[in-house]
């Protein structure tokens, strides 16, 4: 043992090189394989259930004690609580990700360089991945399925709260990929210190993705903690902007859905952007059904103008940039859609926006020139999610434009790598111009 | 102006302001008038080029003052040197971007999620790159029309010794792309001072990508001090496998043309390994043309033990890991297969990995065990290359995993928004069971 390595980076040392040695083995596992796995893994779910209630009981009772000493929020119980009814829906995502297409070993790209020369690019798995989350243990069976569906290694650590349930869900998990000899052990790996993850993240290889998941202020310290590559959950500035050609009762549907039906999701409105032109018939009844959902209103001074009788405050200079994550909506009446453009450009976190608008000409430019993941024309910002876009689940939704944007799903878990077959090939027989490349797409 | 900001800071605030608002029109461009900027750039390298020349000839006698003051090496001499041969490469690259299919507006994956729901993935710019180079010259036109091509907006700073022709190509390329009044100005910029760049590489917000471009010190130097994205060059540590079943012909021009061809490329050969059953056979062969070719060679002690009438030391365990660069190699004899991958995954570094072999099982394990941006069955190594792939010319080889790996080209500097169209959709309908998501694959 090197005398200068911690404990805990000793410790470390040895998961991640078994990890890397487990990656090389899976990367090369049939689909089939994988498959049988999560399915197998979806069952062990539903037979040992007991044993995650009652792992889960003894998390909720720590936490309801803290939460009495106020050192924890009631919120959070509700976030660790896992029933009967937390379980099936855990089974029913595995075996979601078991069922869909398998990502590894797609040709995505096919080239006849030259006579006997072709070129394909082909899906892999990323590798090793880190996945560093906040209390919901419900992670565990969700991320797991995920990366091995891809054929890739995890390590995870989870919030201290739900350390029973984690380490439960793990174990069971870990059971069930035993029954199959091609799996390699260290296929899922879970941390238990603080210091484990300190001295994982600290490492300079070894590797291949850091997935942090929880508020944006835990993304952004697990960031600066890495060299790693880091896929973090954006944060979400959304709006809704209806223009004068709305149909106005498509934007009170939209507009509500957007803030009300989950207020606390990244995806939800903050922003109501409203045309001049319809803003006398539009916004009073926007307002009534907000106020209706006890919808807190901040007002740009001729909504507050137009809506004299309702109570709506001044928005601040700092409300246009705010993700409330609760049941507060920021209201601005637009000039045009080019001002409503110019607005999200400049204060949107680059997440989901939508217009509502019958133009198509208006919904063609709104959708080109803004810059973000999500760009809907009448449609609730709040389909930006994995599981509606079709993926069957999501590791989070990304803000960032390299890899993966806008929800992640299990494509985000892969890379791919260029596979040449020659028969002799060498490129001075083309820089001599013995030789010349066809470029002839497969 | 705000006081606590250096005057570098200030100017950089100012260019990264208005590259971002550059981005933002340049985004939405129809794909003729980039295609036709890059042609009328490439006819303005061509008419203007006695400017070019001349601002290069101040660039090199300057240079060649450093280098008889064994301040400067005279390989960087070369690297700065451009002729009228130079220009007309730089020509035909450019054109040869222009001629690409446009990357932009690509729908990638389209899914009809319900009836009148559908979600479109399409292709669109990054956004705002910034470039750091050291000498050559001809990194100017070459990485400005990618960046064009895809929608994106660029920032350059390069090294010192070139400053003049650098200045003349950007003036060049920026009159260029004045002609069309479509095109935002600071489409293309150039930092003048190392000050500039460590204040943009310090930024909060503001560059979605950073590329350096030059030696592996230089890329890690870049990366340690910024925030954002970098998409650098990778070392290449890459290996030719001779397995026992090779057509030895073949294998002796692949090791060759692998090693000998351009020894500084990052895509050469550093080690080349042999199976047992053939080195007898083999290795006097290639130990000759090596010798011929005033190649170094580093062996194992079985090597040394077979080749024992020639020149060749004992390899250090410090010699598998080395990026030679030069007409250095390291050979060992392995007892299969299996050996070969465990060395290559050991000491490689991801870049491009060969093996030669008539055996398809073999083969195919190879190809999916090695983890590598690039795996060869009976090719150079030296194919590993943008413009060799069909890519018309590359910003440089990735061995990272994320977003583009291997030799990176137009798709490498695009990202994607997903687009969704409804007609009032709103998600409390599904959750209600009142509809319910098709996701069918349009």
Redesign the interface.
Known sequence: MNATLTLEQQVIKSIVRRARAA??RL??LPDKIRRDALNTAADALLSRKAEILSANVLDTRAAMDLVQQHRLSSASIARLKTTEQTILDMVLRVRTVAALPDPIGSVLEA?E?DRG?R?YRVS?P??VIAVVFESRPDVIPQIASLTLRAGNVVIFKGGREAAHTNWVLNRIWCDALAEFPEIPPNTVNLLKTRDEVAALLDLEEGI??VIPRGSKEFVRHISSKTRF?V?GHGEGVCHVYVDRSA?L??AL??A??SKV??PAACNSMETLLVHRDVATTFLPDIVNRFLAANVEMRGCTETIALIADKEIVLASEEDWSTEYSELIVSIRIVDNDTQAIEHI?RYGSGHTEAIVTEDHHV?Q?F???I??????????T???DGY???MGAELGIST????A???VGLQGLT??????????????S??SGERQ?K?RRL
């Open positions: 990656a090389h990367g090369t080239t360089l020369l070129l892999c990323i590798g291949d993705l590559p896929l149909n009762a498509k549907d939209i509500f859905d039906q989950y450009q919904a430019r959708t080109d020139s810059d973000a993941a999500g760009v809907y024309v009448n449609a609730s709040r389909f930006a509606r876009y079709g960032g434009k390299l890899h944007r806008g929800p890379s791919y790598k260029y596979k040449l077959f020659g028969d002799g090939h060498t490129v001075a083309y820089t490349f470029h």
